[in-house]
């Protein structure tokens, strides 16, 4: 299945850039963040960051676990921030 982020909400940008900005903190692959922390890092409704993560997790550039997020695919979240 080919990567296409034209069905990438408005504001997925914001999310890919919050995340690339950790992970280059963690110098890992993997963020322990909770959708409310993240939701309050940003100014948004958790319910709006869980949707996000789950088109990400859709896409195969997240994993999402309990307070947890495994970046899977570095190159398609970079994509999404340029």
């Not at 999310?15 to 690339?20: E, K, T, V």
């Not at 963040?33 to 960051?49: D, F, L, N, P």
Request: no cysteine.
């Amino acid at each position: 299945m080919e990567f296409s982020y034209n069905h990438l909400p408005r504001e997925g940008n914001h999310y890919a850039i919050l995340l690339w900005d950790e992970l280059s903190k963690t110098g890992g692959n993997i963020l322990y963040m909770t959708h409310e922390q993240i939701a309050r890092y940003i100014g948004s409704a958790r319910e709006v960051v869980s949707r996000m993560l789950k088109y990400f997790s859709q896409e195969g550039i997240v994993e999402l676990g309990r307070g947890s997020i495994k970046i899977l695919d570095k190159n398609k979240l970079r994509l999404l921030i340029d």
